[in-house]
């Protein structure tokens, strides 16, 4: 079997680094999460008729009908991540910014101010190939790290030291330098 790898996508001008990473999943994942959703939508279908049919809609058919709601909302979510799915990071000297798109919509931009980025390794466990980032900054009040941003996508270990290289020479942050406060951790 093919292993899948989710890409990035690098680019720059003068003042901002930009990252684009893509979710790649397997079409046999997105066709289950598909039929998932279109057979979860078919029941809340059902049940919507049964209730008008019936003239029932009540505190004892509203529970049920949000529970499958929520449901049908959280597969559309996921089958649209797994199928058009990127993150965005928008990283700059003085902020780091953030948002997702899913294909058919984006969530808000989110952006921190920061001078001293700071990015750690994120592992599920020592014999996974893959790593997700997670970025930090120095709050300015206590000089302590906290977390701005962990990224979804996992990607190979060989594009993630290429990725934090890229990023610490836009920056111009010695790598070695920030090795201290960067490394790896295991979830």
């Not at 598909?34 to 919507?48: A, Q």
């Not at 928008?90 to 980025?117: E, R």
């Amino acid at each position: 079997m093919k292993e899948l790898s989710n890409k990035i996508s690098l680019r720059k001008d003068r003042k901002n680094l930009y990252i684009e990473l893509i979710v790649k999943s397997s079409s046999v994942a997105r066709f289950g999460l598909l039929i998932l959703c279109i057979l979860v939508t078919i029941v809340l279908l059902y049940f919507m008729f049964f209730i008008a049919k019936n003239n029932e809609f009540d505190e004892g058919t509203i529970l049920p009908f949000l529970v499958i709601l929520g449901v049908d909302i959280w597969l559309v979510r996921n089958y649209l991540w797994n199928r058009y799915g990127k993150e965005y990071l928008i990283i700059s000297k003085k902020s780091f910014s953030y948002y997702y798109d899913y294909g058919l919509i984006q969530t808000k931009k989110t952006t921190f101010k920061c001078n001293d980025l700071v990015i750690k390794i994120v592992k599920l466990n020592e014999e996974h190939k893959k790593s997700t980032l997670a970025f930090f900054r120095f709050n300015e009040e206590n000089d302590l790290q906290e977390e701005m941003h962990p990224t979804s996508v996992y990607i190979p270990d060989k594009d993630v030291n290429y990725l934090i290289n890229e990023i610490y020479n836009f920056l111009e942050i010695d790598i070695e330098q920030h090795k201290d406060f960067g490394g790896f951790h295991y979830n």
